[in-house]
């Protein structure tokens, strides 16, 4: 039984690569995200477990936000993470940081509010069935770079495949209300269709 399966998977195996081999066009094969995506976990950085909960959602969306505040190469990054958590529980009331998943400087992703739990706002959007990614940093004043976009659209589509997210319905902070997030060095690649572009290319077929 376990002979037979190798041998169709070798068949189709066979034939995808007949398929492939006969297109004309280069970009015929598809990269898509084969393992997963290496991200510091919440343990590694010192995230303190939840004291209090909300009700549960389920994933729909994937929104993009930045953080808004200028970040210097040279910021403690952990440390800013420790006291977004910290500043989340005291001065907001929120059960957590408010975003799901943040991208650093060097395009280090990190796990941030479990996901199961809709994240936070200071805006006035519904986040219930968003997966909210936050890039640190201020792109109305900063560049993103190129690993950063690489390792976004890389985490857009690893959210995206798992949770079933169709393309068009990953967007930016800004294209549900009124805000400057995610800052215009980040939402051109939104809004010139780039990062929808890559994060497909990503995709599992
Ligand atoms: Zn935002």
Same mark, same amino acid.
């Given at each position: 039984m376990?002979l037979?399966?190798i041998f169709?998977g =070798?068949?189709?195996?066979l +034939?995808?690569s007949c398929?492939?081999s006969r297109?004309t066009?280069p970009?015929a094969v598809?990269p898509?995200?084969? !393992?997963?995506?290496e991200?510091?976990t919440r343990?590694?950085?010192?995230? @303190?477990?939840? !004291? /209090?909960t909300i009700?549960?959602?389920?994933?729909?969306?994937i929104t993009?936000?930045?953080g808004?505040? /200028?970040f210097p190469e /040279?910021?403690? @990054?952990?440390?800013?993470?420790?006291g977004l958590?910290?500043?989340?529980r005291?001065?907001?009331?929120?059960?957590d940081?408010?975003?799901?998943?943040?991208? /650093?400087?060097?395009?280090?992703?990190?796990?941030?509010?479990?996901?199961?739990?809709?994240g936070?706002?200071?805006?006035? %959007?519904?986040?219930?069935?968003?997966?909210?990614?936050?890039v +640190?940093?201020?792109y109305?004043n900063?560049i993103?770079s190129?690993?950063q =976009?690489?390792?976004?659209?890389?985490?857009?589509a !690893?959210l995206a495949?798992? %949770?079933? @997210?169709?393309?068009?319905?990953i967007k930016?902070?800004?294209d549900y209300t009124? !805000?400057?997030? *995610?800052?215009?060095d980040?939402y051109?690649?939104?809004?010139?269709?780039?990062?929808?572009?890559?994060?497909?290319?990503l995709?599992? *077929?």
């Open positions: 376990k037979n399966l169709v =070798f068949v189709l195996l +034939m995808s398929i492939t297109s066009s970009q598809t898509h995200v084969e !393992t997963q995506l991200m510091v343990a590694d950085w010192g995230w @303190v477990p939840l !004291t /209090d009700p549960t959602h389920e994933i729909k969306y993009i936000h930045h808004g505040e /200028d /040279d910021k403690d @990054v952990i440390k800013y993470l420790i958590q910290s500043w989340s005291s001065d907001k009331n929120w059960i940081n408010p975003y799901h998943y943040m991208i /650093d400087l060097q395009g280090k992703i990190y796990e941030a509010r479990p996901i199961e739990y809709p936070d706002t200071n805006t006035d %959007y519904d986040v219930r069935g968003h997966a909210l990614i936050c +640190m940093g201020n109305e900063q993103l190129e690993t =976009f690489e390792q976004l659209a890389l985490l857009t !690893t495949d798992k %949770y079933g @997210v169709a393309n068009d319905l930016s902070h800004k009124e !805000t400057l997030c *995610p800052g215009k980040l051109r690649y939104l809004e010139d269709g780039s990062l929808i572009k890559r994060v497909a290319e995709r599992k *077929p």
